[in-house]
C-alpha cells in the first residue's frame, strides 16, 4: 500500500477520474486560453489540497485524475473549482461574457470515476486522449463572432 496521503487522523488514497466541460462544449479550451485554464485549475486545486496527477484539455472538455481528500466531497469540490474557475476566466476574458452570458463557462454536469487500481491505464487514457479526439472527428459546434473583432476566436 504505497502513495498514502494523510490528514491529521486519517490515511488515504482517494483518486478520481474527473471530465467537465464548457457550457454547449463550445470548443474554446484550445484558443487562447487553454494555458491560463490550466494555471487557474493547478492553482485552484493547490488552495484546497488536491493533488493533481495528470489533466488534460481537449478542445471541448478536460480530463483529470485527482487525489481528493476525504474531508471535501466531490460535489463540493467541482462546485468549487467549476465555480472560482469561471469567474477566474471571465475576469480575465471580459469579451467571452459575450458568447456565455451571466458568467458561466462551465455546464452544469460532469464525470466522475474512483480509480482504484486502474490508476496507470487512466493516466494513459488522459494522455492520449488528444489523439484519440483527433481520430474520431468529434461533432463542432457554431462558434459565435467576439463583439469587439468581428472575428472567431481560436
Avoid at 498514502?4 to 478520481?16: A, E, G, I, M, V
Avoid at 487514457?125 to 472575428?151: C, H, V, W
Amino acid at each position: 500500500m504505497d502513495n498514502k496521503n494523510s490528514l491529521s487522523h486519517t490515511k488515504y488514497r482517494c483518486h478520481y477520474h474527473i471530465v467537465f466541460a464548457p457550457k454547449y462544449r463550445r470548443q474554446v479550451i484550445y484558443g487562447k486560453i487553454k494555458k491560463d485554464i490550466g494555471v487557474m485549475l493547478r492553482k485552484l486545486c493547490e488552495w484546497k489540497g488536491v493533488e493533481i496527477i495528470e489533466a488534460e484539455a481537449c478542445p471541448d472538455h478536460i480530463h483529470m485524475l485527482e487525489t481528493i481528500p476525504p474531508k471535501l466531497s466531490i460535489a463540493q469540490f467541482m462546485g468549487y473549482i467549476k465555480g472560482k474557475s469561471s469567474i477566474m476566466i471571465f475576469d480575465k476574458y471580459a469579451n467571452l461574457k459575450y458568447k456565455y452570458g451571466n458568467r458561466v463557462f462551465w455546464c452544469r454536469g460532469y464525470y466522475v470515476d474512483t480509480v482504484g487500481k486502474n490508476k496507470t491505464a487512466i493516466e494513459e487514457y488522459i494522455r492520449n486522449q488528444i489523439q484519440e479526439d483527433l481520430a474520431y472527428e468529434q461533432i463542432t459546434m457554431k462558434e459565435y463572432l467576439d463583439p469587439f473583432t468581428g472575428s472567431k476566436e481560436k
